[in-house]
């Protein structure tokens, strides 16, 4: 079936760098693109979402674009910190309507942060 | 707070036994899932419940049976454990409607079957 994936499994970046975790998805259908964090040993954690209508959107120190044309979802973190240190999953997921449908998730980017 | 809680954290039992894994969330949420995550650290979603109802049965062998008694509740059990069957197992939890992309997920429980 059709998959989100991820285009490199281990990311380093310097400490206050800016860091960018690509992913690229086939289902054009998908209503929500989402990003989630795992750190070592915890569940993944809620990080930003995107509607498929939309290209950008922005929280706090992060930003995610959605360039439908070439089905690229990536999220931008600023001046990563040493606990951004995790493995990053972007999600799709199609919108049924019955409120509890299951995320499809890539195969995580491991993001490393050099002091 | 635990937000989304589940026991035991750890699980070592031998092939063919049968074992289950509880989950709780106190977060007043109506739907709640069952993930699993493998050795290469993949997620794929197992099952969701909406108050109580089943509503996803994605292709898992029927040796593993969800049973929600409440809307807390999302209990998984399993039935003559594989050696296949070791992996991380996630509950999470969302609110119905539209924001149910938006999951909070437990601690996990490492199965480990010898």
């Known amino acids: 079936g059709e998959s989100v994936g991820l285009h490199l499994p281990t990311l380093s970046v310097q400490e206050g760098d800016n860091s960018i975790i690509n992913c690229a998805y086939s289902n054009s259908a998908s209503d929500y693109f989402i990003w989630y964090k795992q750190e070592s040993g915890k569940g993944p954690q809620f990080i930003i979402d995107i509607r498929s209508n939309m290209d950008k959107r922005q929280g706090q120190r992060v930003t995610v674009l959605l360039n439908k044309t070439v089905k690229h979802l990536s999220l931008q973190i600023a001046a990563t910190q040493p606990g951004d240190s995790a493995v990053y999953f972007c999600a799709e997921i199609r919108d049924s309507g019955g409120g509890a449908d299951g995320l499809t ?3 995580g980017t491991h993001l490393i942060i050099q002091p | 707070d635990t937000a989304v809680s589940q026991t035991p954290k750890y699980l070592v039992t ?16 109506d739907t709640m899932y069952w993930y699993k995550q ?22 898992v062998p029927n040796r593993f049976s969800p049973k929600s008694p409440d809307k807390a509740h999302l209990n998984l059990h399993i039935n003559s454990l594989e050696l296949g069957d070791s992996a991380v197992y996630f509950c999470a939890s969302s ?7 938006e999951q909070y997920f437990g601690p996990g429980t490492r199965l480990t079957v010898t």
Do not use: V
Request: proline share 0%; aromatic share 10%.
């Open chain 1, 105 to 107: 998730f890539g195969k």
């Open chain 2, 14 to 29: 031998q092939m063919g036994n049968d074992k289950s894994i509880k989950c709780e969330q106190n977060l007043g949420h």
């Open chain 2, 38 to 59: 493998d050795s290469k650290k993949f997620l794929k979603i197992m099952f969701s419940y909406n108050n109580k109802e089943l509503i996803i049965n994605e292709t």
């Open chain 2, 95 to 101: 609110q119905a409607g539209g924001r149910h992309y």
